[in-house]
């Protein structure tokens, strides 16, 4: 029975490995060839469907391998409309990786001493931040930043900003 698990295992493995590799193949793809992207999709998603189907009639009802299915064809809209569509990704991996510091500095937050202390560290976090979505090294712009802090009149202090200091570089 468990040979016959980890079989079925994986077989899903492999199958969600070939979403996942046409998925990749959405960001290489150009747009000329968009529509052939979308029709892989379907196609690998149908074979899924199918093989998720024949599946569920044969792991015993309740089991881990069953309700892993089930949960698969219970969000089926969702994934009939990643197939359908050119620019949907299949999981949200790059969101996860962009607010992991984030979340970890919220729980270090925690620990900074006191809530006056903690606003300062969220704010210093934020110029961090900003300076990273402007493609800046927020090491190098903050050096820079507080170089050139003391000399700079107050009607330009907006310059210093990593929004502004990307567009002068």
């Known amino acids: 029975m468990f040979a016959g698990m980890a079989q079925l295992g994986g077989k899903a493995v492999r199958t969600i490995g070939l979403a996942r590799a046409t998925l990749q193949l959405n960001w290489k793809v150009a747009a000329c060839n ?46 009939q409309r990643y197939a359908s569509s050119g620019s949907l990704p299949i999981d949200n991996t790059p969101v996860e990786n962009a607010i992991r510091p984030i979340a970890i500095g919220k729980k270090n937050w925690l620990f900074a001493g006191s809530e006056r202390a903690g606003r300062r560290a969220a704010a210093i976090l934020r110029l961090f931040a900003t300076a990273k979505l402007n493609g800046l090294d927020p090491a190098r712009w903050l050096a820079d930043t507080l170089e050139k802090l003391p000399t700079c009149p107050n009607s330009k202090i907006d310059s210093l900003l990593s929004f502004a200091y990307s567009t002068q570089c």
Do not use: C, F, N
């Open 34 to 79: 968009l529509r052939r992207l979308v029709y892989l999709k379907e196609a690998r998603v149908a074979d899924l469907h199918a093989w998720l189907l024949a599946s569920q009639r044969s792991v015993a009802v309740g089991s881990g391998t069953a309700k892993a299915i089930e949960h698969a064809l219970k969000r089926w809209p969702a994934m």
